[in-house]
């Protein structure tokens, strides 16, 4: 179980760097726009990676705890 956790998280992280990467090609193709709202995504994405983080991290330690 806390394989999947920290999978989830692994997850999160790919989609915000493939965002991240995808708004900046639009940046750099003067596509402002689309770029903005991209790289909002990719911070949507950031902040969910952040969060699973945490819970798996969280998952974790109350294994670890369990095991003492």
């Known amino acids: 179980m806390p ?3 920290h999978q989830r998280a692994a ?4 989609l915000a760097a ?3 990467r995808v708004a900046a090609a ?3 193709k003067e596509d402002h726009l689309t770029g ?3 790289a909002r995504q990719a911070m949507e994405h950031s902040a969910k990676a952040h969060q699973a983080t945490q819970e798996a991290l969280q ?3 109350k294994l670890a705890k369990q095991k003492e």
């Open 11 to 14: 997850e999160f992280h790919d």
């Open 26 to 28: 639009h940046h750099g």
């Open 3 to 5: 394989n999947d956790s």
């Open 59 to 61: 998952e974790s330690a």
């Open 18 to 20: 493939h965002a991240h």
């Open 36 to 38: 903005h709202e991209l």
